[in-house]
């Protein structure tokens, strides 16, 4: 074909390096209008923002009912039949989840756990023994009650530990109640015994937080100090047990493996308590939580959309003529097309990392404050760094998803679009 | 290089039809300097659209190196018009959002085997005259600066047609010389060019020119005369006129 241009440099049929790329494009067009684009970006950063805070808020509740669900211990609890005596009328106690004996001193032998794994529902039990109740003020000003615990089969204590514990429960370590003094690591004195705090729970509002607990071996040598047990007390030996909290295997019918366990062993020797599934209204006050936070946001992104398409067809119209330009230039219906997706992409992406983490700032601060557990009405546990990331990416996800189809129209016109026909279009 | 055979364009708004172009012959040879003159509304400037693939025309052909563009698709088009094709508007036509440099690269976005690099981009703008506005935003330049801007723009990707739509119909007479003469310029190396303008001053700058009038392409008056002549029946340019 011609002549060209005849310019030294001219090297016509070799690629060379472009020196300008889309991107430089797309970002001097947002330049360009910054507040256009920053009231696009808080569109998109509002969305995002209540797509992540609804999940977020989700996640907590549900994170808090899934602890509460692991904290709630036993499904029954296996005692001497002399126990029921002292559970009757309890009051908080006998509402709240199992957690531990109530402290008592009628005992049996813990061999009665060979007959209770045999019981066809169960899937774990942990015995626990009452050791005494001591008046401790170096820990705490109330009477303290300790008990003994198997920390390999135990489940209901550790649950409610503030941190895990490092390593197993060693001899000489305790596990300390909410209220009981002393920090991780630090020694205590009991009689002439030194133990370890190994680890602290968080509040169980009830007795438990005033209690100190170590293993059963710790607790039998405890047991035969002078002046632990009261004297009218019978003497603990060691194999002695004041109960078997026991888990049965979930889908059984509670009522079932109750009855199974009450009839594997005589009627004189130990009774059989059932919780009362106390976290199960909790759980179902949050139940509607879910439902709602998800309307609210889809309710926020069917508004949001047509104003965003709105946005993009605007900022489409405004550009007609760079656009015309562009084809007159040789751009392609796919470049075009592109442009106008990627300029929306980016500011979707923007705004939605803007609003997930003003989201997160804003719920670490009503964490602290403790705002969220009072208007949730539940203990609400922040999600994981995975959970939260997770969130987040849904979040972006869908932003982008709706700022890439929100431009798709304007996209597409702008593709379709007449050169001639748009670079007049302002003249 | 370009024959133009019987175009017409009509344009359609509501019952209302326009004529923009009526039954035009033109023949453009490589290294001709074609000046098309016209009153305002003459249609030189859908022509224009039409020769450059911007605007498809209603009936007739335009061959361009052989190739009848009416029956290329939008995107055959738009990579002839990348690579071979130059097109300066009436009026600035610059991305106001990048500097100049960057408004002088864009084309070579578009085309794949692009010559167009930085150097070659400062070289342009050199020779329009503007390189040291290389980075500056188009907002910041004199009319004629942007008109050199934009033909430097028009060059980088080696086109060998440039297309001109009344580059000079804004600027005042010093700058419209220097950009006149830089069309020379580029003509004397070797682009093919055709330009449109009103200002019949110019006539001595074209190796060919033409005349348009309410859609017609008609005969070419003697230069001295120019601004007196009216058109008459028999002054319509035929095939046979441009073959």
Redesign the interface.
């Known amino acids: ?7 030294p ?14 991107l ?2 797309i970002v ?2 947002i ?2 209008k910054p507040g256009r684009n920053l009231a696009t970006v808080f569109c998109f950063a509002f969305i995002a923002a209540n797509i992540f805070s609804g999940q977020y808020l989700i996640a907590g509740a549900m994170g808090s009912v899934n602890q509460g669900i692991t904290r709630m211990g036993a499904d029954y609890i296996v005692a001497p039949v002399q126990y029921s005596v002292f559970l009757r009328g309890s009051g908080p106690e006998n509402t709240f989840a199992i957690v531990t004996a109530f402290p008592s001193v009628w005992r049996v032998n813990n061999n009665i756990m060979d007959t209770l794994g045999k019981v066809q529902g169960v899937s774990g039990m942990s015995p626990q023994l009452y050791v005494s109740t001591l008046n401790l003020p170096a820990l705490s000003s109330s009477p303290v009650d300790v008990f003994g615990i198997d920390p390999t089969t135990d489940f209901t204590i550790q649950p409610w530990l503030r941190q895990p514990l490092k390593h197993p429960l060693d001899p000489g370590e305790i596990i300390v109640g909410h209220q009981i003094n002393g920090e991780i690591s630090s020694k205590i004195q009991v009689s002439n015994h030194a133990y370890t705090i190994a680890g602290r729970l968080d509040p169980t509002q009830s007795a438990v937080d005033n209690t100190v607990f170590l293993r059963l071996d710790d607790a039998y040598t405890l047991a035969a100090t002078e002046g632990i047990i009261h004297p009218s007390a019978p003497h603990i030996s060691p194999g002695d047990i004041n109960a078997v909290l026991v888990r049965i295997v979930p889908g059984e019918n509670p009522d079932t493996v109750g009855a199974s366990i009450r009839r594997s062993f005589p009627r004189t020797q130990i009774t059989v308590i059932g919780r009362h599934f106390t976290l199960d209204p909790v759980s179902q006050d949050i139940e509607g939580l879910p439902f709602l936070l998800n309307s609210i946001s889809v309710i926020i992104v069917v508004a949001a959309f047509p104003l965003i398409a709105l946005i993009a067809a605007m900022v489409a119209h405004e550009r007609q003529r ?1 656009i015309g ?11 075009i097309f592109s442009l106008v997706i990627a300029e929306s992409l980016f500011l979707a992406a923007i705004g939605g990392i803007v609003g997930v983490v003003v989201s997160l700032i804003t719920f670490n601060i009503l964490n602290t404050q403790g705002i969220l557990n009072s208007v949730l009405q539940v203990s609400f546990r922040m999600p994981t760094m995975a959970e939260t990331g997770l969130m987040a990416g849904v979040a972006l996800i869908v932003v982008i998803a709706i700022g890439s189809i929100a431009s798709l129209y304007p996209a597409y016109r702008s593709s379709r679009m ?3 026909d748009a ?1 007049r279009g302002e ?1 | 290089m370009i024959k133009v055979s019987g175009v017409t364009k009509t344009f359609r708004t509501g019952s209302l039809e326009i004529q923009a172009v009526d039954d035009v012959h033109l023949a453009v040879q490589p290294r001709e300097f074609i000046l098309i003159f016209g009153r305002s509304g003459s249609g030189k400037s859908t022509l224009l659209g039409m020769l450059a693939g911007l605007i498809r025309p209603t009936n007739g052909e335009i061959r361009i190196n052989g190739v009848d563009i009416g029956n290329l698709s939008d995107d055959k088009i738009s990579e002839l018009r990348a690579k071979e094709i130059g097109f300066v508007f009436q009026f600035s036509g610059l991305l106001p959002t990048v500097t100049v440099l960057e408004n002088v690269l864009v084309p070579t976005l578009f085309c794949k085997n692009s010559p167009g690099s930085r150097s070659r981009a400062l070289e342009l703008l050199k020779k329009v005259g503007v390189s040291e506005r290389a980075d500056a935003y188009p907002r910041t330049l004199s009319s004629g600066e942007m008109k050199r801007v934009a033909i430097a723009r028009a060059l980088i990707n080696g086109p060998s047609l440039l297309i001109a739509d009344e580059p000079t119909g804004d600027l005042d007479v010093d700058t419209e010389y220097e950009i006149m003469e830089l069309f020379r310029q580029l003509n004397c190396e070797g682009t093919t060019i055709v330009m449109v303008t009103h200002n019949p001053d110019l006539i001595h700058y074209g190796t060919q020119t033409y005349c348009m009038d309410r859609g017609k392409m008609v005969k070419r008056p003697e230069s001295s005369s120019f601004n007196k002549w009216e058109p008459g029946p028999d002054t319509h340019l035929k095939p046979k006129d441009v073959s």
């Open positions: 074909m011609g002549a060209g241009t005849g310019y440099s001219e090297t016509k049929g070799c690629v060379m390096k472009k020196e300008i790329n889309y430089t494009f001097a067009g330049r360009n760079e330009l562009l084809k007159s230039m040789g751009a392609k219906r796919n470049v007449n050169p001639y670079i003249e």
